[in-house]
C-alpha cells in the first residue's frame, strides 16, 4: 500500500505532517467501471481514443453518473485524510502536551476528470 503518515522537522523547527491517503480503492473502482463503459460507447460512437486512453463523452448519462461518483470518492478521501490529520493532532497533545496549530493544508489529488 501506499498511504502513509510522516511527520518531518524542517531546519526552522517547524514539524511538517504528510499524509498520503485515497479513498481506500473505490476510486480505482468507480473509474475501472466507467473505463470499461467509456471502450463500449467510443466504440458504438466510432471514437478512436489516442494514448490507449478512452473517452466518456460528459453530455451522456454514463459521463454524468462518473463525474458524480469520482466526485464522491474524492471527498471521501478528503474526509478520510482530516480525519487522519485529527487523529495526529489528538496523539500530539496526548504524547506531548503540545496543541498543533495547523496551517492552511496543502491537499492535492492526483486522479482528475475533465470537464
Known sequence: MNHFIEIQQDG?????VMIH????NLGKQVADHYYDIAKELDEDL???PSWKLSV???DTPEGQAYLREMTFCVDFAYNNRA?????VSNAFLK????TI???EAIN????????
Open 12 to 16: 526552522d523547527g517547524r514539524i511538517w
Open 83 to 87: 480525519l487522519m490529520m485529527e487523529r
Open 21 to 24: 491517503s485515497g479513498s481506500r
Open 101 to 103: 496549530v495547523l496551517d
Open 46 to 48: 466510432g471514437i478512436a
Open 56 to 58: 466518456l463523452p460528459l
Open 108 to 115: 492535492i489529488a492526483h486522479n482528475y476528470a475533465v470537464e
Open 95 to 98: 504524547h506531548t502536551g503540545t
